[in-house]
Structure formats: C-alpha cells, structure tokens
C-alpha cells in the first residue's frame, strides 16, 4: 500500500494550518497514483479558508515492485530517507533496488528518473499477452505477495520509530 503521512501545512498566502496526509511512499504500478505524479497532483493541499492550492515538497518514495524501480523525490535533505536506506541494505542486501533508489532534488528531474528506469525496467509478466487457454502464471505471485508485506511492515516500524512510540 502506499503509505501517507499526517502534517499541518501553512497556507503561504494566508498563514492558515491545513491538515492533510501527505504521500510518504506511492505504488506507481498503479495508474492512478502514476498520475497524480505526472499531473503534478501529488500532495496538493487546498488551503481550507482562502482556497489557495499549492504542491507540497514533501519527501517521498515512488516504486514499482513488480518491475524493481524505486526513486526518491528529495526536494530537501532529509535524514529519515539515510535512516531508511540503511534499513533496506540490511533487510534487502546492499544491491537490491530498493537500497539504490536514487535521490532526486528537482521535480522535473524526478519525473525523468521514473520514465528513464520504467523505459529500462523489464515489463511484468501479468501485462504480456496470453492466449486463454494458457495457463495463468502464478509463479511469481506468491513471492511478490511476500515481499510487499515485508516492506509494509518494514514501513511502519520505520515510523513508529520516527515518531517515538
Ligand atoms: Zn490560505
């Protein structure tokens, strides 16, 4: 699942605190969270007195599990992803993709990354095309399923730990 964030985000036209969640991770396998991205819809925070919209750049993570991409948009240095990174070469090994993510400070050049490792990424088995009498490929289904779990419950010690308790 992706993964959100509660956060107060002052309005820089009026100063009003709106609260939002706001993405910390986001499963761009999926298409309408690959949108929200590419329509520079992601953590959009409409300011709840004067309106005013305005994307917030908060730090997340994109992945694709399915096709091993994961890229971090860092608009600002921010140690917790140090702190997760360190978590993924121990629980992964240093050369598993999640531990390579790279780091990217511009929006534009985030977007960029995602496209350039998707271009590069092999295609899932799920989207290449089969007859109907062939049988269904499970074999890969059980494993993904595993590993998912293993980074969501990864996930959420990594924030009870952040937020102390
Ligand atoms: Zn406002």
């Not at 605190?17 to 993405?23: I, R």
């Not at 819809?41 to 305005?54: D, E, F, G, H, Y």
């Not at 990217?104 to 109907?132: G, N, Y």
């Amino acid at each position: 699942m992706s993964k959100k964030v509660r956060a107060a985000i002052r309005c820089p036209q009026c100063s009003h605190e709106t609260e939002t969640d706001l993405y910390r991770t986001i499963w761009v396998e999926y298409p309408d969270n690959r949108a929200l991205i590419f329509n520079d819809a992601i953590n959009v925070v409409t300011c709840s007195r004067c309106k005013l919209s305005q994307r917030v750049d908060f730090p997340f993570l994109a992945t694709n599990v399915q096709r091993h991409i994961a890229v971090w948009y860092e608009p600002y240095p921010d140690e917790q992803i140090d702190i997760d990174v360190n978590l993924y070469r121990r629980q992964f090994g240093p050369d598993h993709f999640f531990a390579k993510a790279p780091r990217i400070r511009e929006w534009e050049a985030f977007k960029q990354t995602l496209v350039k490792l998707e271009a590069a990424a092999p295609q899932p088995r799920a989207a290449a095309p089969r007859s109907s009498r062939e049988a269904p490929q499970t074999g890969q289904a059980p494993k993904s399923a595993r590993r998912s779990s293993l980074l969501a419950d990864l996930w959420g010690r990594v924030w009870t730990a952040a937020r102390g308790h």
